[in-house]
């Protein structure tokens, strides 16, 4: 097969790029390359799949030099032409959507940032669909649009509509035009809600990469909410998997669909959503430990309450995804923080 993977200059993308090519699919990787973060993790990502940063043009394809399935280019999602024009040449079979604005409190002092590229991008990636058809959209959603929601585990059947950050309206909002476009061109769509992914190569946003930094500095770690938290944490290898066996699963219209009493998370047309993560929410503090194990030292901790946009919870039920793909996230937390304690001492040189 012949896949459309985005954000492959960042974490989820950079890896599932990687299994496809491992198991032999053809892979075209685009990403924008801004600055959210470390720009200079971004391209050591891809400097691994064999794109070095000074052969890399914007607009331009550029051949990897290990992997010769393996393609990349840079490119701004929120301009259609580029990208009406790239899915023409290609003629891809599948796409995998996983560029996007992360981080929930960022949206909080930069809105218009998730607009252009949650909203707009998404709208391209759907129109380009629908003018060049592929088997299969598969797009990056967030546990984030559980907001308010305090049943436990979330469930895809259930209500999400009192998000709780702009980052989380986006990632609904994803889910609902992807709904629209399945029922008014046919394009079988599967949104993915992804529950706090962690590993090597991972964000320096995100809480495992804060820690190990500051604990390495002998600096204070900032622990939320007092400590009293739990995540859903979920191996990023385990989240990969669970990625390509939906990708090779196209959605399908429900059968069962009850119009009186309709299933938010399927649907009379090819459409799908999905909880992706570990479905056994780990204790922050054990989080932690853990990572105090792998590195060996003990952590400084600065209790602090709760922030806006945060949630105190989650747990993942993926009872459907286990049905429907054989999905079964397989690395305990201990495991998953030591590659990446071990993955960041090497490539920090610490």
């Not at 891809?46 to 490119?75: C, D, T, W």
């Not at 895809?156 to 709904?179: F, G, R």
């Not at 706090?196 to 204070?220: C, H, N, Q, S």
């Not at 105090?292 to 952590?299: F, S």
């Amino acid at each position: 097969m012949k896949y459309l993977v985005t954000g492959t200059a960042g974490f989820i993308g950079f890896h599932v790029a990687q299994q496809l090519l491992d198991r032999g699919d053809e892979v075209v990787g685009l990403d924008i390359i801004n600055d959210y973060y470390d720009v200079n993790l971004k391209y050591a990502r891809l400097e691994h799949m064999g794109i070095r940063r000074e052969n890399i043009v914007k607009g331009e394809l550029s051949q990897s030099e290990s992997l010769p399935a393996y393609r990349f280019i840079q490119l701004d999602l929120s301009v259609k032409e580029s990208l009406l024009e790239l899915f023409s040449t290609e003629k891809f079979d599948k796409v995998i959507h996983l560029a996007a604005q992360a981080g929930v409190r960022y949206s909080l002092t930069n809105p218009e940032v998730y607009i252009e590229s949650n909203i707009v991008a998404f709208l391209n990636i759907l129109e380009a669909c629908r003018f060049h058809p592929v088997q299969h959209l598969v797009y990056a959603s967030s546990s984030s649009v559980y907001g308010s929601n305090e049943k436990m585990p979330f469930s895809t059947s259930d209500s999400v509509d009192h998000p709780i950050s702009l980052y989380a309206a986006s990632k609904k909002s994803n889910e609902l035009m992807a709904h629209t476009y399945s029922h008014l061109f046919n394009i079988p769509t599967t949104g993915l809600r992804f529950f706090t992914v962690y590993g090597p190569w991972g964000r320096p946003d995100m809480a495992l990469f804060l820690f190990t930094e500051a604990i390495l500095k002998g600096e204070p770690i900032q622990v939320f909410n007092y400590g009293n938290m739990k995540r859903d944490f979920t191996y990023i290898d385990d989240i990969v998997t669970g990625v390509i066996k939906v990708a090779d699963r196209a959605a399908s219209p429900n059968p069962d669909f009850d119009a009186q009493n309709p299933d938010p998370g399927s649907s009379k047309s090819p459409y799908k959503v999905y909880n992706i993560g570990n479905s056994a929410p780990v204790l922050l503090m054990d989080y932690i430990h853990a990572v105090e194990k792998g590195l060996g030292r003990e952590a400084k901790m600065n209790m602090l309450p709760l922030q806006p946009g945060d949630v105190p919870a989650s747990h993942a039920d993926v009872s459907d995804l286990v049905r429907d793909t054989g999905y079964q996230p397989a690395t305990p937390i201990d495991q998953g923080v030591k590659s990446f304690t071990d993955w960041y001492l090497d490539y920090y040189k610490k």
